[in-house]
């Protein structure tokens, strides 16, 4: 007979069994696995599962919500079950083989009853009445890019102000001194509501209500090359509705340059209210930076190639694009490949796995992968602006370019004539434009013109020009 239970003092799922010892033992989730201790053998065996996991070299935390596979080697657990339990860090349930891990919130706020009791908590709120900030990078589901570097200016600026990160779950690690809120907890509704100031990186969701005095730093998440919000291909009444109320709910935007600034201004109707053009904060760290290491915490040895191959997110697909073949890219150029999945495929998709392919798809902080990688490998993704301050080379996998600018979604200017790097549209493509050594040289040109366009403001002081504005207008004070 086998038995499945919650040791909660230790975080711990134990599954004992009668007979042989099994050989291993693993909960297999979709953005991370962890395997179990096996004790005993003969009569009886324990497998004892951590519940939490270390990733990247960075510290043990709950896992990710989702669901994981319990496989247990010659075991049959299809009729395990363990009711919901609450934990420090999380809910657990197991039924039928499969543990289902969620958010460490009372299931008395999920219901339908629970939530509504929060938001009419948050709605009557006075609100603004905490000199803090309100982060939220990716909807939660990551903290990094321009809200981080902000996050770590401020803390060195005003350490007074307090700090609120909004996360899906305790998986996602915020900065030292800042404090996870989870999204839906009762925590989160009173942080977004006191806060004086909120700072985001995409649109306010759940039912946001500006309160008097609070402000709204909206910081964007990279300089577009495909046509967004209002310029989107398609006359659609309710798209155009919900980005008129979006962009009203901002104070200032951020753009990394001024190609942007007008871009955005006019695809979000952002008109009488203040963008401020400084650059990008979360590339400030390409300024000098080191990519030793990220490396070492990815195990990756100094003198091997990296590739980095980070495509942007399709409309009409809810997974990562399969353009490559990771593990034969890896073969193919005798490469360590970094993939490096769109934020909006976290929840939807599964780490690829492969010999020297790792997937960085959770990997907080895109920065430390660019100074990590030797060359860059994307499509239509922003992080081409972003790449472009470090001067490695750059090369554009576009297998769907009809596609994807005629109808899918279009562009402000035309990639291929302006490109930092060649087009290619298979593989065998682009194993051949790697192999190139005459590469740099091709496209020196390109690539100044480039820079002197979209980098000139990014120069490693954006972080601590954005905290500057933000404390000169009183937006929170030191």
Same mark, same amino acid.
């Given at each position: 007979?086998?038995?499945?239970?919650?040791?909660?003092?230790?975080?711990?799922?134990?599954?004992?069994?009668?007979? !042989? @010892?099994? $050989?291993?033992? #693993? *909960?297999?989730? /979709?953005?991370?696995?962890?395997?179990? &201790? +096996?004790?005993?053998?003969?009569?009886?065996?324990?497998?004892?599962?951590?519940?939490?996991? !270390? @990733?990247? $070299?960075?510290? #043990? *935390?709950?896992? /990710?919500?989702?669901?994981?596979?319990? &496989? +247990?080697?010659?075991?049959?657990?299809?009729?395990?079950?363990?009711?919901?339990?609450?934990?420090?860090?999380?809910?657990?349930?197991?039924?039928?083989?499969?543990?289902?891990?969620?958010?460490?919130?009372?299931?008395?706020?999920?219901?339908?009853?629970?939530?509504?009791?929060?938001?009419?908590?948050?709605?009557?709120?006075?609100?603004?009445?905490?000199?803090?900030?309100?982060?939220?990078?990716?909807?939660?589901?990551?903290?990094?890019?321009?809200?981080?570097?902000?996050?770590?200016?401020?803390?060195?600026?005003?350490?007074?102000?307090?700090?609120?990160?909004?996360?899906?779950?305790?998986?996602?690690?915020?900065?030292?001194?800042?404090?996870?809120?989870?999204?839906?907890?009762?925590?989160?509704?009173?942080?977004?509501?006191?806060?004086?100031?909120?700072?985001?990186?995409?649109?306010?969701?759940?039912?946001?209500?500006?309160?008097?005095?609070?402000?709204?730093?909206?910081?964007?998440?990279?300089?577009?090359?495909?046509?967004?919000?209002?310029?989107?291909?398609?006359?659609?009444?309710?798209?155009?509705?919900?980005?008129?109320?979006?962009?009203?709910?901002?104070?200032?935007?951020?753009?990394?340059?001024?190609?942007?600034?007008?871009?955005?201004?006019?695809?979000?109707?952002?008109?009488?209210?203040?963008?401020?053009?400084?650059?990008?904060?979360?590339?400030?760290?390409?300024?000098?930076?080191?990519?030793?290491?990220?490396?070492?915490?990815?195990?990756?040895?100094?003198?091997?190639?990296?590739?980095?191959?980070?495509?942007?997110?399709?409309?009409?697909?809810?997974?990562?694009?399969?353009?490559?073949?990771?593990?034969?890219?890896?073969?193919?150029?005798?490469?360590?490949?970094?993939?490096?999945?769109?934020?909006?495929?976290?929840?939807?998709?599964?780490?690829?796995?492969?010999?020297?392919?790792?997937?960085?798809?959770?990997?907080?902080?895109?920065?430390?992968?660019?100074?990590?990688?030797?060359?860059?490998?994307?499509?239509?993704?922003?992080?081409?602006?972003?790449?472009?301050?470090?001067?490695?080379?750059?090369?554009?996998?576009?297998?769907?370019?009809?596609?994807?600018?005629?109808?899918?979604?279009?562009?402000?200017?035309?990639?291929?004539?302006?490109?930092?790097?060649?087009?290619?549209?298979?593989?065998?493509?682009?194993?051949?434009?790697?192999?190139?050594?005459?590469?740099?040289?091709?496209?020196?040109?390109?690539?100044?013109?480039?820079?002197?366009?979209?980098?000139?403001?990014?120069?490693?002081?954006?972080?601590?020009?954005?905290?500057?504005?933000?404390?000169?207008?009183?937006?929170?004070?030191?």
């Amino acid at each position: 007979m086998t038995t499945a239970r919650i040791d909660e003092a230790a975080e711990t799922l134990i599954i004992s069994g009668a007979g !042989a @010892r099994p $050989g291993s033992a #693993e *909960l297999v989730g /979709p953005r991370a696995r962890v395997s179990a &201790r +096996i004790t005993g053998g003969g009569k009886t065996w324990k497998a004892t599962f951590p519940l939490k996991a !270390a @990733r990247w $070299g960075g510290p #043990e *935390l709950p896992l /990710p919500t989702g669901a994981y596979d319990l &496989r +247990i080697s010659d075991v049959d657990v299809d009729d395990l079950s363990v009711a919901p339990t609450v934990l420090e860090g999380l809910r657990i349930a197991v039924d039928e083989g499969i543990a289902q891990v969620a958010a460490p919130i009372d299931p008395i706020y999920e219901t339908v009853e629970g939530q509504a009791t929060l938001e009419g908590r948050y709605v009557s709120h006075p609100g603004g009445t905490e000199n803090a900030v309100f982060f939220e990078s990716f909807y939660g589901r990551s903290v990094g890019c321009n809200p981080r570097a902000i996050d770590r200016a401020l803390a060195a600026a005003a350490p007074d102000v307090v700090r609120y990160w909004s996360v899906v779950d305790l998986s996602v690690e915020v900065p030292e001194g800042a404090i996870a809120v989870v999204e839906g907890s009762p925590e989160w509704w009173r942080a977004r509501a006191a806060a004086r100031l909120l700072i985001v990186n995409d649109w306010l969701r759940r039912r946001f209500a500006r309160k008097p005095g609070q402000k709204v730093v909206q910081t964007w998440h990279g300089t577009p090359l495909k046509r967004l919000a209002l310029h989107r291909p398609g006359f659609d009444p309710r798209r155009m509705a919900a980005v008129f109320k979006e962009s009203r709910r901002w104070d200032v935007l951020l753009a990394q340059n001024a190609y942007a600034e007008r871009i955005l201004r006019k695809a979000y109707a952002f008109f009488g209210r203040p963008i401020w053009v400084e650059g990008y904060p979360r590339n400030d760290a390409l300024i000098g930076g080191d990519g030793s290491g990220i490396r070492t915490a990815l195990g990756i040895a100094d003198d091997e190639h990296v590739l980095l191959y980070a495509p942007t997110w399709r409309d009409d697909r809810t997974e990562m694009v399969d353009f490559i073949d990771p593990e034969q890219l890896a073969r193919q150029t005798d490469s360590v490949v970094l993939v490096r999945g769109h934020s909006r495929t976290i929840d939807t998709g599964r780490d690829r796995a492969g010999a020297r392919v790792i997937d960085v798809t959770g990997f907080p902080e895109t920065a430390q992968l660019l100074l990590a990688a030797d060359a860059l490998i994307t499509d239509y993704s922003s992080v081409m602006f972003d790449f472009s301050v470090t001067g490695k080379p750059m090369y554009f996998l576009v297998p769907d370019l009809d596609h994807y600018r005629g109808e899918l979604r279009g562009f402000y200017f035309d990639l291929a004539s302006r490109a930092p790097g060649p087009l290619v549209r298979t593989q065998d493509e682009l194993i051949s434009a790697l192999a190139d050594e005459s590469h740099e040289e091709t496209y020196a040109e390109r690539y100044s013109a480039w820079r002197a366009q979209f980098n000139r403001r990014d120069d490693g002081g954006a972080a601590d020009r954005v905290v500057a504005r933000i404390l000169d207008q009183g937006f929170v004070t030191r």
